[in-house]
């Protein structure tokens, strides 16, 4: 338990490695790198907790009270939002190539054609 | 390369990478055992010096302001680029029709449109309260965002494309995007005007608690929920014109 979202994470990225390298399909390649941004904000909401921390909101709790690091929840949440936009972006690339070439298959998409 | 070869080579280097990182996981001090100091400093700045109770607003708009500033241009080229990517095509532009000509669209079911309806108003001000309470509650900018460009999104459920067009229109969606980022990026210069460094909090702090607090950061929240939201409508906009029936210039018989 203590090192379990470090090993969660590496996991996280060799599965979502493993699932861009042998897709047959863009989709579900775009999916897979969006486990891969998940592994990074498990590896670092991990790297920031704190034992009996609460979270860094003073509302209701003295800001003296052990709070856990927000700098890298802020980090998190805007790479959240800012990797929902840029799947949209490989979206809209893998819309262009199947209009092209009527295929979804990385393999045979591999050679350019001018 | 064959396919065989290739994962072959993936599998070796897979294994390498993940043995690296778990030897390396397990020589790291336990989850909550190691207290960062730069962490506990920030909280401290950000309710004593900035006013705040939500610290991660303060570090997301304030104290790290640059780097959101960078984040929300990524947000809009990424949103550009969909535009750009997805604009319709001189050869496509001939017909276009929502519905195939012979066959009747069934059309939203009412439960379907009494519950999108009902979630209407609860979506808008929820993505407000969001937006402009973020630097005292969990919130900001980019979540309520989200939040209120789920809207146009679930009137489009309830009805049809027109009506997603008729209320978030295309000009209106292009200035919000573009009054989100720039002014993000003008806000920045009120620290320089006023002497301290760009994106410096200038702006009367205020007392802790109080919506009226914190200085530039509610009115970074607010631009960056303008940008965010109608970055996201954008994105919708172009993926659903892909779902209108298009004929091809060349079918014409």
């Not at chain 1, 592994?39 to 909401?45: A, G, N, P, R």
């Not at chain 2, 390369?1 to 001090?29: E, T």
Request: aromatic share 6%; charged share 15%.
């Amino acid at each position: 338990m203590t090192y379990l979202p470090y090993i969660a994470a590496a996991w996280l990225v060799a599965v979502g490695l493993y699932g861009v390298v042998t897709s047959r399909n863009l989709v579900h390649a775009v999916i897979c790198i969006v486990v891969l941004q998940a592994s990074s904000s498990l590896l670092l909401i991990g790297l920031g907790a704190r034992r009996n921390g609460v979270a860094p909101v003073f509302v209701d709790v003295t800001p003296r009270a052990p709070a856990v690091d927000p700098l890298v929840q802020a980090m998190m949440l805007t790479d959240i939002v800012v990797e929902a936009t840029v799947m949209a972006l490989l979206l809209a690339l893998a819309i262009q190539a199947y209009k092209a070439t009527g295929t979804l298959d990385p393999d045979e998409l591999r050679a350019v054609r001018g | 390369m064959s396919h065989g070869l290739r994962m072959l080579l993936f599998a070796c280097g897979a294994a390498a990478v993940l043995l690296l990182l778990v030897g390396a996981a397990v020589q790291l001090p336990p989850v909550g055992a190691h207290v960062t100091e730069y962490g506990q400093e920030l909280n401290r700045l950000a309710y004593d010096e900035r006013h705040t109770t939500d610290a991660v607003t303060a570090v997301n708009f304030d104290l790290r302001g640059f780097d959101t500033l960078g984040e929300e241009l990524i947000l809009f080229a990424a949103v550009t680029g969909v535009a750009l990517l997805l604009r319709r095509q001189s050869r496509e532009r001939e017909e276009e029709h929502e519905q195939a000509r012979d066959r009747d669209v069934p059309g939203s079911s009412d439960a379907v449109r009494a519950l999108t309806l009902a979630s209407v108003l609860p979506l808008v001000v929820f993505g407000l309260q969001l937006i402009t309470h973020g630097h005292l509650t969990p919130g900001g900018g980019f979540q309520g965002g989200v939040v209120l460009a789920t809207t146009p999104l679930v009137v489009f459920l309830a009805g049809h494309l027109g009506m997603f067009h008729r209320i978030s229109p295309h000009w209106l969606v292009s200035a919000g995007e573009s009054l989100g980022a720039g002014g993000f990026a003008v806000a920045g210069f009120a620290g320089l005007a006023a002497g301290a460094t760009y994106l410096a909090n200038v702006l009367p702090l205020g007392t802790t608690g109080e919506l009226a607090s914190a200085g530039l950061i509610p009115v970074l929240n607010v631009l960056t929920g303008l940008a965010v939201a109608s970055g996201f409508v954008s994105l919708m906009h172009s993926f659903l014109e892909e779902t209108l029936e298009l004929r091809d210039r060349s079918d014409r018989s």
